[in-house]
Every structure is written in C-alpha cells, then in structure tokens.
C-alpha cells in the first residue's frame, strides 16, 4: 500500500516516516508505478481521483482528520474549522491544521483542499504556491500556464511500506 509521498522533500522524510511507524520500506525500482502514473495524470490534468490501496500512518485523530479529506470533492474546498465541525472531535481548526500538515499522503490525501476560513490559502508541505496551483488545477479543469517550483531538485518519492 502507498503510505508516503514526499513532495520534493526526499528520501530522508520516507526513512523517518517508515521508522517511526516501525514499518518495513519497500523501495520501489520501477520507474513507472501505478502510483506514480496516476499522480503523473492528475497533475496533467487527466485524473480526478485516485485508484490506490493507501495505508494511513499515523494517530487515531490523524487518521480521522485524513479521511475527511478524502470527503472533500474534486475541485472543491473547505475550511479547517468546516473539517473539525465534519469530524465532530471537539478539536478546533488548529488541531485540524495540525493533522493536516502530517498528511503522508498529499495530494492522493487532497489536504491542499482545505484553507482558512476567510478563503485564504494557508499552509502546505509544498508551499502555498503549489497549494494555489493544485486548487487552480482542479477548478479550471485545466493545467494552469505556471508550475510550482519544488522546494529541492528531489522528484516526488512514494513510499510503499509492508
């Protein structure tokens, strides 16, 4: 199961995930996986929803908040404190936030799909650029002229864990 993407981030942030899990890395040698080819057709523009078996890594209330992001449609979003009111936990936006930031899984995991309250783009692993060129993907159903640039030359990295 796909348990980590690492957006530019490299393999040092997929060692520390996998240890502190206590799961078994499995390196994948393949250049082409099914993961990366449909992370690659969602980012073209050609996907909208992943066909994945994902594995969660992470608390009970991570794993709680996570899957309510995975509730947020396609091209749509919602605010940390309308996912806290979803998830009835009695944990505020923040503790949302919180969660969010340790998403394993971004993008597949779509937490770029959650902002703050007044709309504005708050917070994301890959930078908040990446997170308005995602959202601006997903609403004009169409590659947008300008591509984030990665935090490091690191390409994506996906990590597959027994």
Same mark, same amino acid.
């Given at each position: ?11 040092? #942030? ?8 206590? $799961? ?8 082409? +996986?099914? $993961?990366?080819? !449909?992370?690659? #057709? ?8 992943? #066909? ?7 608390? @009970?209330? !991570?794993?709680? $908040?996570?899957?309510?992001?995975? #509730?947020?449609?396609?091209?749509? +979003?919602?605010?940390? @404190?309308?996912?806290?009111? +979803? ?10 936030? !919180? $969660? ?8 597949? =995991?779509?937490?770029?799909?959650? =902002? @703050? ?10 930078? =908040? ?10 609403? *004009? ?10 935090? *490091? ?10």
């Amino acid at each position: 199961a796909l348990v980590h993407v690492s957006l530019g981030a490299g393999l040092v #942030e997929l060692f520390r995930h996998a240890k502190r899990h206590r $799961a078994r890395l499995v390196v994948e040698r393949r250049s082409v +996986t099914i $993961a990366r080819r !449909q992370l690659s #057709e969602y980012l073209a523009g050609r996907r909208r929803s992943f #066909e994945l078996s994902v594995r969660l890594l992470g608390t @009970g209330f !991570q794993r709680k $908040a996570w899957g309510a992001l995975l #509730e947020i449609p396609y091209g749509r +979003t919602a605010s940390y @404190g309308e996912q806290a009111a +979803t998830l009835d936990v009695g944990a505020g936006a923040r503790a949302i936030g !919180q $969660a969010n930031a340790h998403n394993p899984v971004p993008i597949v =995991v779509p937490c770029h799909r959650v =902002v @703050g309250s007044s709309g504005k783009l708050t917070g994301f692993a890959a930078g =908040v650029d990446t997170k308005r060129w995602l959202l601006e993907l997903e609403s *004009s159903g169409r590659v947008p002229p300008w591509l984030p640039r990665p935090r *490091s030359a690191s390409p994506i990295q996906l990590g597959l864990f027994a």
